[in-house]
Each structure stands twice: as structure tokens, then as C-alpha cells.
């Protein structure tokens, strides 16, 4: 491990146990925490200013140069280059949208739309990284738990991966709680050939029987536990700030489930921080959907902290236990964050100590609405991804963003991934609606573009038109 510039390294300051950059590990082998990849940056080439980043889309022949995330690889560089297994994602969007300001009340606010790529969400800026690291330590099969976006990002990658390995595909295995899964991303994990378990249950059923079994059979996990996925996510900020001719913005604010991507963000601004090669940190804003907001109520309810990493874990226990008492299970319509142990929790807390960060929350009718709003600027976001922009128009509200503040809100996966929600949202009104939604809270469709029904006949048609 001497002579390698890259190296993992437990989460948790008071242990700080280090292993090989081959090694898989999902948690330290000495006080069980999550871990992190770290770097020994003086050994590592790094370029003097981030536009120096700018160099390599010039030779996007190049498959590496052409990634939205290996473009970076400095800032990644745990994998020699005849190792990365890549399919062109990043290749993604950050716009302004004048009806998401004026419906959130920031003058400027943009969207990160990783809806663009190839498993049409941002799982694929992970999942790169994950699976290149299972190549790298000789991988046959690769699993997941999912409530949809992870297996569909780890399936496409496994059914890719022949080119890269030798004819070689990755044998993909899905674990996934019944009726938890958005069809359209369920009809992706099918299509790709990824083997799918159904258990009864929900998402953190489904993570306890993908670990135990990862572990029985030895099978590489890839949900966000692995370190190799934050990696990857880590690219998403470095897109951003290259969107933004490297400035900082002054808020990231990004939908909260297993809260990987929080605990990525945090990570990638530390480390730019920590190399000069940004001058000031954003603040951060978590969103949880109000079903389910295990994040939300631990850390404005019961004030628990990072602290330095001396975070209260008997709190957390504690807080587990009463709910599995109350039984109460997440329940939420943005079903890629219907989740209530989250993996990341110690790393997200992390983040948001690191970059004065907030959590906040928003109601399924919120997020839908801001879905609508979202999607008059031609930007069509699965449900989870809109629980962004809800919580800035809450956090603008109650004046904890600032209306002339620089607000970059992250939409998370595309419109497609959850079709139906879309169409019921648009179509059905009041007790229709209530039928079909019910369960999650939702009775109004306020913003909805509803279809006109007329007879099929030319008069009505052009007085349909002319109303």
C-alpha cells in the first residue's frame, strides 16, 4: 500500500484505519464504520487551476476524456486507465429556468439535469466508478438493493461491460421490496438482463438481504455503502462548477434519500478546498420527502451532529428502534428516497458539517407541484429529483435562502422513470386523484396540463382550440 497514491480509509476520525485500494470492503474490518477513498495527493499529478479540465474535451475521441466523470480522473485516480469502465456518462445539463424562479423565489437558480444520462439518472456517475473497481479486483457478479434507479444504472453497466472485459458480461442480481419500484425503472433493471429478486418488504429489507447474501456468495455489492460509488457522484459538483466557469455557487441543494449524494458533494468541495483549487465552500441543503424523513427529524428534532465525528450513534439506535416500534415505514410517492436507514447517514452529517448545511423536507404535493414547474422549462424530472426544488421554495420561505443567493438544485433522474405519476398528476382531479394517490396525501393538481376530451368531430375541435 506504500507505493499506491490511492488508499481507503475508515470514515470514523478516532479509528482512521487504512486498507489497500483492491481490497472490498463495504465498512472497517476494526470499528465497523463506513470508509472513504483517500489520496496521497503529493504523488498524485493534479492540474494547477480546475480549467485546466477544460483541455481534455478537445480530444473526446478519447473514451475517458469524453466521461463526464474520467475527465476528472485527478480527482479520482484510484484505477489506471486500461481498468475504467465507462458507457459516456456524464454527459449532462445545468440551465436556468425562469418558472422554477419565480416559483421559488430566487432570482438565480439552475438545474443539474443528470436525467441525461444513459440509465437516464445520476446513479451512472457511481456506477462507473463501481464497477471499475470490480474489475479491477476480478468481479463475476455485482448486486444491489434498489427502489429502482440503482438497478437500472448497475444493470446497463453489467450489460455493457463485455466490451471492457474480455466478452465477459458481469452477471447483475437486483434486490427489490414488492411494489416498491417505479415500472419504468423496474422495465430497465428486465430489459438489461439483471436477475431480480422480489422480497416482501420494503428498501432496507431488501439492503439487509443483499448484504447478507453479497456476503455469503461473495458477489461485489454496488449499492452506496461501496466507496468507489461516492467517487464516481463526486463528478457530478466538478460538471457544476465547470458549468458555472468554476465559480462556486452559494447553495447545492440535493434530494435526501440513502444520502449518497450529499455525502459525495460534501466530499468532492472538501477535497477542492483542501487543494487550493477553490477559494470558498457552498452551503448544502439535504431534502427528505415528509414520508420519509428519517435525516429531517434526527437533525432538527433530536439536533443530532457530525461533531467532529463523535456523532451520537446511541441516538440514532434509539431513534430506529422507536420507529420499527411504531411501524412506520417510509411512504412517499419520490420512491428513490423511500427510505428510512439511510447507509450514508454518518457521511451525510459529515457534509453537511463541512459545508454549514441544512436539512429540510417537503410534502408529496409539494414535490409534484415543483415536478409541473419543473417541467414547463422542458425538463422532465422523475418525482424524487423535484423534492429539490420544493425544499428551496420552503428553505426561501422561511428565509433560510436568501432571493439573490446562487442556487444550483440537482434533478436527479429523467421524467420517464415514473411515467404514471406524471399522467395521474396531469389527468385525474379531486376524489380520482385521491383514489389513485391517496395513500401518499396527494388531493389537488394545481399546475396540471390536463387533456381536453372532444368529440371527434372539426367544430369542436377548433372551438376546443379557440377557448
Known sequence: MKNETAFQRCANPACGATYGIREVLTACQRCGALVDIAYD?????????????????????????????????????????????????????LRGEPDVAAYTGVKSIRLQYEGLNPSGSFKDNGMTAGFTHARMVGAKKVACASTGNTSASMAAYASASAEVNEGRKLEAVVFVGSGRIAMGKLSQALDYGARTIQIKGYFDDAM??????????????????????????????????????????????????????????????????????????????????????TLYRLYNTEKLRWNGGHYDRAKVEAFYAQMDAEHRDANTLASAIEINRPVNLSKCLRALEWLNGVVGEATDQEILDAKAIVGRGGIGCEPTSAASVAGVKRLVADGTIGRDERVVCVITGHQLKAAQTTVQYHSLTGSKLRKELGEFGVGSNPYANKPIQVPNELPAILKALES
Do not use: C
Open 41 to 93: 495527493w503529493e504523488r498524485t499529478p493534479l492540474p494547477w487551476k480546475l480549467s485546466d479540465f477544460e483541455r481534455k474535451w478537445a480530444t473526446r475521441n478519447n473514451p475517458l476524456h469524453f466521461s463526464g466523470v474520467w475527465r476528472f480522473k485527478e480527482l479520482l485516480n484510484f484505477a489506471p486507465d486500461n481498468q475504467v469502465v465507462t458507457i459516456g456518462e456524464g454527459q449532462t445539463l
Open 208 to 293: 439487509r438481504r443483499v448484504t447478507e447474501v453479497s456476503q455469503s456468495l461473495g458477489i461485489y455489492l454496488l449499492n452506496s455503502v461501496n466507496p468507489f460509488r461516492l467517487e464516481g457522484q463526486k463528478a457530478i459538483m466538478y460538471r457544476v462548477l465547470e458549468a458555472l466557469n468554476w465559480e462556486v455557487p452559494d447553495w447545492i441543494v440535493v434530494p435526501g434519500g440513502n444520502l449518497g449524494n450529499s455525502s459525495a458533494f460534501g466530499k468532492a468541495f472538501k477535497e477542492l478546498h483542501d487543494l487550493g483549487l477553490v477559494s470558498r465552500l457552498p452551503r448544502l441543503a439535504v431534502i427528505n420527502a415528509a414520508g420519509a424523513n
